[in-house]
């Protein structure tokens, strides 16, 4: 009886998902704008003169090389006007010099964020893999020795100031039993790859440069290691407590009903049904691994963004501050962006309402 | 089944890609003699031309890549030596002729003649925005032929042969800099391209440059000077943190390590080498004298209280191998050094407290917090201050901040008491000049020319001497002088800590370029 028009699925402009993601692009851009507003004005109110820390003592004393320092940055500028001149080249795709690597930040940034986010990357893998793991046995051996254990271990994990972590682990795995490299990304005797991506492994491969990517890997094994322990005990926590949730759900107990085995059903069913709140803690710790890892970055001679945000702040580089800040507000609104839109891939639930 | 076998080859090929990256791992040994040269160093570059930078690491590359007219050989910066030339003065000390090496060339091959000379000098005085500009200033620069360049000030300027070692004012291939951008006003536009290429003689060229990492240099095949280089490749890396660098050394990952502190360098392995001595810094305590600054610290007699109630010997504790105590605000290895420093005397410090009217009013020390220098952190410096006058009726508040705030406050005056150091531009003792008063050290601590009338002559007298025997007496007078009236208590000249493997040789300190690479031999 009913006729059955098959209307074809496009998203036009009165869909409602391009409706929701204008709508969060509109909210992104006047986000990002208000991350430049807070932090040009937290860096200004900051006691300090940017050109003398620049300068150095010597040069800042020269009254011309002053002159002309503070006329190059448009530093002598009212803050309103330096504000907007930086937003108006900021829309032209100019992130201005850094006062302290005299570079464009734009430059300093390709350079950073991809080192930073190769070891980040490598960490939630990491602790995507062994928190789940650890959350769902102490889950399923709940009250037993064996989820005593695991939350001591998480709790260890969360515990350990990462610095010392950093160091001792250097020690112990470079130094003690040589099965680690030495700092930085690659060894000395290697030239970076060609870059494509800024992530030297990835890089390497295109390249066909199998040595520098295995020389890469083993360079990324500590950092890695030190900076998803953290996250691991955080996961672990997490993923324990969401499938507890789930684990006495009749869903749950249809599908060992139904004889599935046990690892479709942890798969399929428990660990499906715990992602959400499993899938929102690790977008905030993949935002957090790349935009905090500055101690993890300094012991191991990482020249990621943890790097250059602390150099910045150091030397009073405006520029480079606010790089900075719009990088991780870009990072944190995406990953936000990325997990609303796997809500929905997730639970239908979501995608309908 | 076919999910279990692709968990499997997937395990199997985590495991292996980690085995294989761990075997590459392998670190070499310390002892075994490199091919090539890794230095760690904390970065401070921001340039890869010589003429705008104005900072150690730049100063440690632009000595590898670029040569200058003069040098110092070895860690002995008392006297200049030739460098692309040599030289002779005038009787007053106004001119300067400098005479090439006919046979030098630049790394493309061409030789080195007057022309290049004269547009590399007078380009760092036309580059207003240079760090590195002030070095010309008040040098005039003139051709006589080819090969002779004449350099002539107006007034007596013995320092100007050690100006002309400092690594700032290289000779650059004028021809590749000029079509490269280069000019000799503030329009130069050659930075970018001395960011990747070289432009002189030195032994070795850039290879690449990168600010965050790591510089990359390799063997200039042309170079015709005098030093034997033994590596073909020197990577200079990146690692701020010092414990990174004492690691990366002893595990043989890197060959030199720079910025070792005096407590990190004791606890090295046996086969590490540590060259160690004072540096060129100089950690001191102002008091300033301006009364609307404070009434007390303006008071001489209470500079004298403070001066005479320290111990130095446990102050020196705190910096560790190779510092010593600094002696005046010339440090030891320079002309018009004084040879003994001021001894704690409590008896003395309560008498001119006493006399300073001084009733146990909170005084605030300020300092930087974190920038450390030659290892020695400021924190615990200022606790030990604060301790030992405390102990002397003297109650400290200690105030620190970064150094990005403090430093704003203390070249602009407004400090009343605070930590801070000093370090030279170029090998010479007027660099120490600034400290007398009116002068820019002099005026930070609110010290005008009118309140000491005697240090502003004894300054003059040093500036203007002609002879090496005057200058030594008035340096040495000059520093005295400052020593017995001035509003400085000049504390510690921390070490310097050069950490090499065991199978390189040729370390040897510089205040300015830290180490000349090209000297390091393999054994």
Known sequence: MASSTTVPRRYSARSPLVGYLLRRLGTSILLLIGV?????????????????????????????????????????????????TYVGNLFQGDMGTSLHTRQPVADDLLKAVPATVEVALGAIIVSLAVGTALGSLAAYRRGKITDQVVRVVSLIGLSIPTFWLALTSFYIFF??????????????????????????????????????????????????????LFTIGLLTRFVRTSVLEVLDADYVRAGRAKGLSGSRVLFGYVLRGASLPILTIVGLAFGSLLSGTVLVEAVFAWPGLGTYAYESATSLDLPGIMGVGLVVGVIYLGINFIVDMLYGVLDPRVRLA | MRNNTRVAVLALGLVATVTLAGCSAGASSSGDAPSSLVIDTAFTLETGDPGRNYVPTGYMVSKAVYETLLDFAGSDESTPVPGLATFEQNADATVFTFTLDADRVFSDGSPITADDVVFSLERVKGMVESKANFLMSGIEVAKIDDLTVELTTETPSLKLPALMTNPSLAILNSEVVIANGGTTDDTDAAEEFLNSESAGSGPYVIDSLDFASQVVLTENSEYNGDEEIDFGRVVIRS?????????????????????????????????VTVTSGPSAQTIFLLLNQNPEISEFTSNPDFVDAVRYALDYDGLLELAGAGSEQATGVIPPSFLGALTDGVEQDLDASATALAASGYDGETITLEYPNDYPVGGVSFTPLAERIQSQLDAAGITLELAPAPFTTQIDEYVNGREAF???????????????????????????????????????????????????????????????????????????????????????????????????IAELRAK
């Open chain 1, 175 to 228: 130094l003690q039993l040589r099965i680690a490299p030495g700092s930085g990304r690659l060894s000395p005797i290697y030239t970076p790859p060609p870059t494509v991506t800024g992530l030297y492994t990835v890089d390497a491969l295109l390249a066909g440069q199998w040595d520098i990517f295995f020389d890469a890997m083993a360079h990324l094994m500590l950092p890695v290691f030190v900076l998803s």
């Open chain 2, 239 to 271: 690692v701020s943190e010092s414990a990174t660098q004492k690691l990366n050394l002893e595990g043989g990952d890197s060959n030199v390590a720079v910025d070792l502190s005096g407590d990190q360098v004791a606890d090295l392995s046996d086969d």
């Open chain 2, 418 to 516: 605070s930590i801070w150091f000093w370090g030279p531009d170029y090998a010479d003792s007027a660099n120490f000049l600034p400290f007398a008063a009116g002068d820019k050290v002099g005026l930070r601590a609110g010290w005008t020319a009118e309140m000491s009338p005697e240090t502003v002559a004894l300054s003059a007298a040093a500036a203007n001497a002609t002879s090496v025997d005057e200058r030594e007496a008035a340096f040495a007078a000059f520093a005295q002088g400052l020593q017995d009236s001035g509003p400085f208590v000049p504390l510690i000249v921390p070490g310097s800590n050069i950490a090499t493997a065991s199978s390189i040789t040729g370390v040897s300190y510089n205040s300015t370029w830290t180490m000349d």
């Open chain 1, 36 to 84: 430049t507003v807070v932090t040009f004005a937290l860096t200004n109110l900051v006691p300090g003169n940017p050109v003398a820390a620049a300068l150095g003592e010597g040069a800042a004393s020269n009254p011309a090389t002053v002159a002309a320092y503070v006329e190059k940055y448009g530093l002598d500028q009212p803050l309103p006007l330096q504000y907007l």
